[in-house]
């Protein structure tokens, strides 16, 4: 006659019991909040080793531009619209470009799949590498907006809007680019779209507005860049008219929402994939 201890026989107490105890030991799901921050640090780390040279391509292409522009347009609404336009390309070029690039990469060495067994919210990954990238371009921004001031005689009194005109403008971008990026079935494809993203705020956005075609100028006002733009070459003015100012960031932070929604929506199909 053999003894069989009680926690080994089925439906015995202790072994209904077990699975639950093991549960408890796993804690709670990580919170949108610490998670963001955790992957926003990480992304912040990576790009500041691996972005920086692109930081300086990005931001020496911008005060080129203004410097060719600086002998073709007049000054005015014009030489306005050139810095404001070259100063949110900065935003475009690593917060759309780089960003499709990076998440189109992420998808084909089967990076998501590093993420998908984290304990953290499809949001927080998102938002982290779009915010890390957008913070990223603070920089190369600034020192375009001060160079371009003050080759075509602006005031640099409003430049302070760049507080706003960046994290909005490079929502909205960061969120496209991402998507891109993510919705790519290649990431040759993925790159490509950023390329054709960044030259259309390129073209889109520098070239003064009411020298472009009405069916182009239609074109300007769907892509998300132009009211970071907008709200931007507003401030250079003498007397801003602020009501419009809020106006176009207001639509810069509701695309920004929309676009990172949709974001976080094709990196949860691409993650089951």
Known sequence: MSVVPADVLPGSALAAEEPAACAAELGPRARL????????????SRARVAR???????TFQSIGIMILMRGVVDDGAEAQAVVAGS???VVAF???NLLAQYFGQLRASGG?????????????????????????????????????CVL?????????????????????????????GLLAPRPELATLLGQLGMSAALLLGVLPADRMP??????????PSTYGVEAFARTFGPDPDWAFVLG????CGVVGVVSLAVATWAYRRAAVR
Do not use: C, K, M, N
Not at 52 to 58: K, N, S, T, W
Not at 112 to 120: F, N
Not at 214 to 223: N, S, Y
């Open 214 to 223: 009405e069916v182009v100028r239609f074109a300007r006002d769907l892509l």
């Open 112 to 148: 998501l799949d590093h993420y998908a067994t984290l304990p953290v919210p499809p949001a927080a990954v998102v938002l982290g590498a779009a915010g890390a990238y957008a913070s990223f371009t603070v920089p190369g921004t600034v020192v375009t907006a001060v160079f371009g």
């Open 248 to 251: 176009d960031l207001a639509v």
């Open 94 to 96: 690593v917060a759309l």
């Open 152 to 180: 075509f005689g602006l005031p640099l009194a409003h430049l302070w809007i760049l507080v706003a005109v960046i994290p909005l403008a490079g929502a909205a971008l960061a969120g496209l680019g991402a998507a891109l």
């Open 33 to 44: 909040g610490p998670s963001l921050a955790a992957v926003y640090r990480a992304q912040l």
């Open 52 to 58: 920086i040279p692109l930081l300086f391509v990005a």
């Open 87 to 89: 100063s949110v390309l």
